[in-house]
């Protein structure tokens, strides 16, 4: 059973930092790609983050310069850092995984990714 577990949210002040962190299960991250979404209240789902295992990244001009990815293959967990974190980046944030080699398109489609974990809320406070 494939899952997927997005965790490390929480209220910070305008200019802080986060890292989240999506554990997974049921599957490796070695076969997969990552894809971070985020939906604000009464918007749409966006992409802010796709890495795949072997080295692709794009990332949305939102997050230019203030985030870090990297994982721990032990855990089976990926974490994003967001630092600088502003207001606008008020929403739940998810992670996805997609097979490698499927997403073709940026920023990618969340059609694309077969699994998805429930979000957690980062709230940032002007």
């Known amino acids: 059973d494939v899952q997927l577990q997005a965790s490390g949210g929480g209220f910070v002040q305008t200019g802080g930092s986060l890292r989240l962190s999506c554990a997974a299960s049921?599957?490796?991250?070695?076969?997969?790609?990552i894809g971070w979404f985020r939906q604000a209240a009464g918007k749409e789902r966006e992409a802010i983050l796709y890495?795949?295992?072997?080295?692709?990244?794009w990332y949305a001009d939102s997050m230019e310069g203030r985030f870090a990815i990297s994982n721990d293959n032990a855990k089976n967990t990926v974490y994003l850092q967001i630092d600088n974190l502003k207001p606008e980046d008020t929403a739940v944030y998810y992670c996805?995984?997609?097979?490698?080699?499927?997403?073709?398109?940026?920023?990618?489609?969340?059609?694309?990714?077969?699994?998805w974990g429930p979000g957690t809320l980062v709230t940032v406070s002007s």
């Open positions: 996805a995984a997609a097979l490698k080699g499927v997403v073709h398109t940026f920023p990618p489609l969340a059609s694309d990714f077969h699994s």
């Open positions: 049921g599957f490796t991250f070695d076969d997969s790609a």
């Open positions: 890495s795949s295992m072997d080295g692709a990244t």
